[in-house]
């Protein structure tokens, strides 16, 4: 663009994209209805927004690969001419795919050639056409005897001289944006390269402190336009990372400021002398670990002190999380206030209230049950053997809950509510947990959570929380031994389980799908379960899945707690569910589809008696990665070993899976498995909260 027409705009982030004289074609301001609808759907509102959207990958057009003449192990970018294109029909069907020949100019008689394919998207062919140059960017793979890209990222190079053109979208570094309907990338690449050839660097201003960087030659108008125009990839690197360490110390900022205005607010002592709670522990049967001791004494400190708590409890499947949550709970109801546990499913719920009620009705405290179905303060549950207890006067009252508890208020409860707890925290939203809390007055609220979380995801998501670690398992827990074996072996696993079975044990069998895909190349539970009834004749077989209603899966669950069911087939309803200590051997069908996370939390549903027990990993024979990358799962039983690992193969989306964690849209999420830069961010953030305080 002219730099007097650069210098006549007054262009800032608050600017509206719809209000650029550069919108539209021509120089004429506006956008095509197309491309404004696709910016709204995307978010893209003002220049902020734009300059806000990174690009997610980059193609180095200063250079080509060449079309080779065999299939490679990973992507390419390609640029050639389109020779040939065609709209085809599926052999014997009617469904269409597009098909064009891209050839390299340069090639010789053994390469030079390759067929772009896209099923189901005949527009296409509207869109391609013979003796257009293409940049395509796909994994070639052989077909027969042809090579070939399906579905590959593709640009049409326009072959009109336009120098700018060239400069924008090729002979560099260019970057490839997320897109959405009716937004193509050299509209939105052009689009963004002349805003930040407008804008000054005075309206990109640093966010971080002036020592927070080493190189005082990078800043962050700097580091804006090389991560979406990078003149080296060292450039871009550095880009990503300024960007990175900015965008986590704004994060951590925030968490610290959360936890200063909590504080501010004060808190109420909810701590009773603690009689009660040496009663109930001395009445176990069994003496708690040292973790469980360690965790409950920095749970009665935070209880005894007028700072409001807010603890994150963490704990594998099976380490005695319960017990600490207890504690916590009898503190408070010995200090005059009620108490409140919050389970995600009613299963477990209903499995919290009889455990309870088991413990603390000898000790006098009342233990009450509210679902969406239930609001009792006793009687018998289907699931579960009705408790055979006796009482005293209650000293206070502890209810235990589904979602049903939000829905409620202060009113619900009999005394002030002290102390909330909240089971498998990733199952509830951050605002749902509020909702709890408010229903007391400034109650002390423990998190507990059975899924390991490496420790930079603890910081970033968590980092207004204190945390507790229960790193050992309590004695007289069954070992696991687990294995991989490929699906191929399925009859050899199937009278391994019959052997099991006939020593009167019993099984879980996992699927990741409830029903067969044709996106998916997976088994699925309720296609296969008719099989595995075959295999197990003489053992009842039961069916369990997402899609039933909670009668339906609260009768399978009771016929299998009873040992009425020998066999459970399922998907992962089972993941957050109910002790079957009978129940030793598991096995995972198409393991390789499950993090290494979710496959430890399946696992912790078996190993919950005396019984040795064994985890079968099954993976497809053709997935060779698959065996390397659970191999972690036969060595170790340590959640937080096998979640690190989870999180440097899969990236912290993968494993989070959900926004129900609290954490924003990260751009960078990959920094979340950078210790050094997320401890970084969080001294930065502390600086600067150290600075707002002092002013």
């Given at each position: 663009m002219p730099a007097s027409a650069s210098d006549s705009l007054n262009v800032t982030l608050a600017t509206s994209l719809a209000d650029l004289p550069f919108a539209g074609k021509g120089g004429k301001p506006g956008f095509d209805k197309k491309t404004s609808d696709g910016l709204t759907a995307l978010?893209?509102?003002?220049?902020?927004?734009?300059?806000?959207?990174?690009?997610?990958?980059?193609?180095?057009?200063?250079?080509?690969?060449?079309?080779?003449?065999?299939?490679?192990?990973?992507?390419?970018?390609?640029?050639?001419?389109?020779?040939?294109?065609?709209?085809?029909?599926?052999?014997?069907?009617?469904?269409?795919?597009?098909?064009?020949?891209?050839?390299?100019?340069?090639?010789?008689?053994?390469?030079?050639?390759?067929?772009?394919?896209?099923?189901?998207?005949?527009?296409?062919?509207?869109?391609?056409?013979?003796?257009?140059?293409?940049?395509?960017?796909?994994?070639?793979?052989?077909?027969?005897?042809?090579?070939?890209?399906?579905?590959?990222?593709?640009?049409?190079?326009?072959?009109?001289?336009?120098?700018?053109?060239?400069?924008?979208?090729?002979?560099?570094?260019?970057?490839?944006?997320?897109?959405?309907?009716?937004?193509?990338?050299?509209?939105?690449?052009?689009?963004?390269?002349?805003?930040?050839?407008?804008?000054?660097?005075?309206?990109?201003?640093?966010?971080?402190?002036?020592?927070?960087?080493?190189?005082?030659?990078?800043?962050?108008?700097?580091?804006?336009?090389?991560?979406?125009?990078?003149?080296?990839?060292?450039?871009?690197?550095?880009?990503?990372?300024?960007?990175?360490?900015?965008?986590?110390?704004?994060?951590?900022?925030?968490?610290?400021?959360?936890?200063?205005?909590?504080?501010?607010?004060?808190?109420?002592?909810?701590?009773?002398?603690?009689?009660?709670?040496?009663?109930?522990?001395?009445?176990?049967?069994?003496?708690?670990?040292?973790?469980?001791?360690?965790?409950?004494?920095?749970?009665?400190?935070?209880?005894?002190?007028?700072?409001?708590?807010?603890?994150?409890?963490?704990?594998?499947?099976?380490?005695?999380?319960?017990?600490?949550?207890?504690?916590?709970?009898?503190?408070?109801?010995?200090?005059?206030?009620?108490?409140?546990?919050?389970?995600?499913?009613?299963?477990?719920?209903?499995?919290?209230?009889?455990?309870?009620?088991?413990?603390?009705?000898?000790?006098?405290?009342?233990?009450?049950?509210?679902?969406?179905?239930?609001?009792?303060?006793?009687?018998?549950?289907?699931?579960?053997?009705?408790?055979?207890?006796?009482?005293?006067?209650?000293?206070?009252?502890?209810?235990?809950?589904?979602?049903?508890?939000?829905?409620?208020?202060?009113?619900?409860?009999?005394?002030p509510l002290g102390v909330v707890v909240v089971d498998e925290q990733h199952k509830f939203g951050v605002a749902q947990r509020e909702a709890l809390a408010a229903q007391g007055a400034r109650p002390d609220v423990l998190i507990m959570t059975a899924t390991p979380i490496p420790r930079t995801l603890t910081l970033s998501i968590y980092g207004d929380l204190d945390v507790s670690i229960i790193d050992e398992l309590p004695k007289g827990r069954g070992k696991i031994i687990t294995g991989i074996r490929e699906t191929s072996k399925t009859e050899a696993a199937a009278q391994f389980i019959r052997d099991q079975l006939s020593e009167g044990r019993q099984a879980y069998i996992v699927y990741p799908l409830i029903e067969e895909s044709e996106k998916v190349k997976s088994a699925a539970a309720t296609v296969e379960f008719e099989l595995w009834e075959k295999r197990f004749a003489g053992s009842r077989c039961g069916l369990l899945h997402g899609r039933m209603t909670s009668e339906e899966k609260d009768a399978v669950m009771i016929a299998f707690r009873a040992g009425e069911i020998q066999v459970l087939v399922s998907t992962t309803v089972i993941e957050v569910g109910v002790d079957v200590p009978n129940a030793n051997l598991m096995l995972i069908y198409n393991a390789e589809r499950f993090g290494l996370a979710q496959l430890h939390q399946l696992r912790g549903r078996i190993g919950r008696g005396a019984h040795k027990s064994y985890c079968i990993l099954m993976i497809d024979p053709e997935n060779i990665e698959a065996k390397a990358r659970l191999k972690v799962l036969e060595e170790t039983r340590d959640g937080f070993r096998i979640a690190e690992a989870d999180l440097a193969i899969r990236g912290p989306g993968e494993v989070l899976g959900t926004a129900q964690s609290g954490l924003p849209d990260l751009k960078f999420p990959e920094f979340l498995a950078d210790y050094a830069m997320i401890q970084r961010a969080r001294e930065i953030a502390q600086q600067m909260m150290t600075a707002e305080t002092e002013t």
């Open positions: 978010g893209l509102v003002t220049v902020g927004d734009l300059l806000r959207h990174f690009p997610r990958r980059y193609e180095d057009r200063t250079r080509f690969d060449r079309i080779p003449n065999q299939q490679t192990d990973g992507p390419l970018c390609l640029r050639g001419e389109v020779t040939d294109a065609q709209l085809k029909y599926m052999p014997g069907q009617k469904r269409r795919f597009f098909e064009a020949t891209l050839e390299d100019p340069e090639g010789d008689v053994l390469s030079g050639r390759i067929v772009l394919r896209w099923f189901n998207m005949p527009y296409i062919s509207k869109l391609i056409a013979v003796g257009q140059v293409l940049v395509v960017y796909g994994q070639p793979k052989e077909k027969g005897r042809r090579l070939v890209m399906d579905h590959p990222d593709y640009e049409i190079i326009e072959s009109d001289g336009d120098s700018e053109s060239v400069e924008i979208h090729m002979d560099r570094i260019t970057p490839v944006y997320p897109l959405t309907s009716g937004l193509n990338q050299k509209t939105l690449r052009a689009l963004t390269y002349q805003v930040l050839e407008t804008i000054t660097d005075e309206d990109l201003p640093d966010r971080l402190p002036e020592n927070a960087w080493e190189d005082r030659e990078w800043f962050r108008a700097r580091a804006m336009r090389e991560i979406h125009f990078p003149k080296s990839a060292e450039a871009l690197e550095t880009a990503r990372h300024y960007l990175g360490l900015e965008e986590f110390t704004l994060l951590q900022l925030d968490l610290l400021r959360r936890r200063a205005d909590r504080e501010a607010e004060g808190g109420v002592i909810h701590a009773g002398p603690g009689a009660l709670l040496d009663r109930f522990l001395t009445s176990l049967p069994f003496s708690p670990t040292k973790a469980q001791a360690r965790s409950i004494d920095e749970v009665r400190q935070d209880l005894a002190s007028a700072r409001p708590m807010n603890r994150l409890l963490q704990g594998d499947v099976g380490s005695g999380k319960t017990l600490v949550a207890t504690a916590a709970m009898l503190l408070g109801v010995e200090a005059g206030f009620d108490a409140a546990l919050m389970a995600p499913t009613q299963i477990l719920a209903e499995q919290h209230y009889l455990n309870l009620k088991g413990w603390l009705e000898p000790l006098g405290i009342t233990v009450k049950l509210r679902t969406g179905s239930r609001k009792e303060e006793g009687g018998d549950l289907p699931l579960f053997a009705a408790a055979d207890v006796t009482g005293g006067a209650p000293l206070g009252t502890i209810t235990v809950g589904t979602h049903a508890l939000i829905h409620g208020d202060a009113s619900d409860f009999e005394n």
